[in-house]
């Protein structure tokens, strides 16, 4: 009898163990979309609500859909001659600017990293290093190379952290030491956001093959700074740059 007894506590005890550990893995990810989603909406909202005072009484979230009305409106600029050139002003002026300047840059070519597939101007691939110790790899995303003063070729690896891929730390390491993987971007920022929650169960790694040479770049004809190529202007002193 007691034995009997014992193993339907037991049973009772592993059954409300794993439907209990089941519904925090169901419940957990719900309640904190919700509050990202929240705090988005609430942040967006009260920049442009006191704009529309009289509206948003009667209409919460009207300041969160005048934001989206005006990147729509941005967007639509962006893609016709004349709003082009608006555009390209505006950003002739931040990169004009001291301090502004140096922030609105790497801002910008974070962005365009993150949303680019281009080579001269994304992430190439995803690769890993041996960081912060032998032994211990690092996921990190090659961004593009350079020589160092013995001529041999260094790989530029920006290493995000989770789970914000906007902040990292940048390694510039001997291609020697670098492994190209055969997980895909979209899966490594995935990997990125959820703190390794999505790992993929397998990855492969096999040393990395050179870059055949530096990505092209534009250079400034007035400081001589080599600027991406898909630069408008000069990403040192804003000066308009060609090829």
Request: glycine letters at 8%; hydrophobic letters at 45%.
């Amino acid at each position: 009898m007691k034995e009997t007894t014992s193993k339907l506590l037991s049973a009772i005890g592993q059954h409300l163990r794993r439907t209990f550990v089941g519904g925090m893995l169901t419940l957990v990810p719900v309640v904190l979309t919700y509050m990202v989603l929240k705090f988005v909406f609430n942040t967006i909202d009260g920049v442009l609500r006191p704009f529309f005072a009289p509206v948003s009484a009667s209409f919460p979230g009207v300041g969160l859909l005048a934001m989206l009305i005006l990147v729509y409106l941005i967007g639509l600029l962006g893609v016709n001659f004349i709003g082009r050139k608006l555009i390209d002003g505006a950003q002739w002026l931040l990169l004009k600017t001291p301090v502004v300047r140096s922030v609105y840059s790497s801002a910008k070519q974070l962005i365009e990293s993150l949303s680019s597939g281009r080579a001269d101007k994304g992430f190439k691939r995803v690769v890993m290093i041996e960081h912060p110790r032998k032994g211990a790899w690092t996921v990190g995303f090659l961004t593009g190379t350079a020589t160092n003063e013995n001529n041999e070729q260094m790989a530029i690896v920006y290493i995000p952290t989770a789970p914000t891929p906007t902040s990292g730390l940048v390694s510039i390491v001997p291609f020697k030491d670098v492994y190209d993987t055969d997980i895909s971007i979209a899966d490594a920022m995935s990997l990125v956001f959820s703190g390794g929650i999505t790992s993929p169960s397998l990855i492969r790694k096999t040393k990395a093959v050179k870059e055949p040479e530096i990505a092209q770049t534009k250079t400034c004809n007035k400081c001589k700074h080599e600027n991406r190529l898909s630069a408008n202007f000069c990403e040192n002193c804003g000066e308009s740059v060609q090829l």
